[in-house]
């Protein structure tokens, strides 16, 4: 004998299938939950404070709105026969006037057209007489909090704007949702989970039956 003990042979550690299944997708939910979280934090940001602004109209933060009031005639070919070509009176409008957003109004009242526009943060309107051209237009434009205000409610803005409102959205549903899976995939926060949840619901509901 020479005093030795032969080593002990490793033992085998195995995973069990489903707990190796779950703790993967306790890791990918983790990892989507954190790059989603990173990404709408801007997102969140930006419709907290515009939240507040609308709940609170009087925070203007010292900005006025700003009125102005033009005149002018209008091109040939705007007006033939007392009816008026509304294109080109917009186009015309927007390229010398600073006219902008959509169109809101338009029509004619006897011998007088008038056209109106809305866009974020912005009101303007102009009417014109149908027999020498001659128009007056009025623009009001109601600072950085209004155009804000109106980025948050997705009034009077473009395609483009109405598609990022909806993708925010969405990722905003899915951070809620991969959080929420986060949760109850981890058994010791599980049942603190769902009180948490079924308090909010409750508070929720209650909130918005006051309302």
Same mark, same amino acid.
């Given at each position: 004998?020479?005093? !030795?003990?032969?080593?002990?042979?490793?033992?085998? !550690?195995?995973? =069990?299938?489903?707990? &190796?299944?779950?703790?993967?997708?306790?890791?990918?939910?983790?990892?989507?939950?954190?790059?989603? +979280?990173? @990404?709408? /934090? /801007? =997102?969140?940001?930006?419709?907290?404070?515009?939240?507040?602004?609308?709940n609170?109209?009087?925070?203007?933060?010292?900005?006025?709105p700003?009125?102005?009031? @033009?005149?002018?005639?209008?091109?040939?070919?705007? !007006?033939?026969?007392?009816?008026?070509?509304? /294109?080109?009176?917009?186009?015309?409008? &927007? $390229?010398?006037?600073g006219?902008?957003?959509?169109?809101?109004?338009?029509?004619?009242?006897?011998?007088?057209?008038?056209?109106?526009? +809305?866009?974020?943060?912005?009101?303007?309107?102009?009417?014109?007489?149908?027999?020498?051209?001659?128009?007056?237009?009025?623009? @009001?434009?109601?600072? /950085?909090? $209004?155009?804000?205000?109106?980025?948050?409610?997705?009034?009077?803005?473009?395609?483009?704007? +109405?598609? @990022?409102?909806?993708?925010? $959205?969405?990722?905003?549903?899915?951070?809620?949702?991969?959080?929420? !899976?986060?949760?109850?995939?981890?058994?010791?926060? &599980?049942?603190? $989970?769902?009180?948490?949840?079924?308090?909010?619901?409750?508070?929720g509901?209650?909130?918005?039956?006051?309302?």
């Amino acid at each position: 004998m020479t005093g !030795i003990e032969p080593e002990a042979e490793p033992r085998l !550690i195995r995973t =069990v299938p489903g707990r &190796r299944r779950r703790n993967n997708g306790q890791r990918w939910t983790r990892l989507l939950h954190s790059w989603l +979280s990173m @990404t709408s /934090l /801007l =997102v969140v940001l930006f419709f907290a404070v515009t939240g507040l602004t609308l709940n609170h109209q009087d925070w203007t933060f010292g900005q006025a709105p700003q009125v102005t009031k @033009t005149s002018g005639t209008l091109p040939s070919g705007a !007006i033939t026969s007392s009816e008026p070509d509304f /294109l080109q009176i917009s186009e015309y409008l &927007r $390229a010398n006037e600073g006219a902008t957003g959509e169109i809101t109004d338009h029509g004619v009242d006897a011998d007088t057209g008038r056209i109106s526009y +809305s866009g974020p943060g912005y009101t303007g309107s102009a009417t014109f007489s149908l027999t020498d051209g001659s128009y007056t237009m009025e623009s @009001t434009r109601y600072g /950085l909090v $209004a155009v804000a205000n109106d980025l948050h409610k997705g009034r009077h803005t473009s395609t483009a704007w +109405s598609w @990022t409102i909806d993708a925010a $959205a969405v990722l905003l549903i899915l951070v809620s949702v991969t959080g929420l !899976i986060l949760q109850f995939l981890i058994q010791k926060r &599980r049942t603190t $989970a769902l009180i948490l949840l079924g308090l909010g619901v409750v508070a929720g509901a209650g909130l918005m039956f006051l309302a």
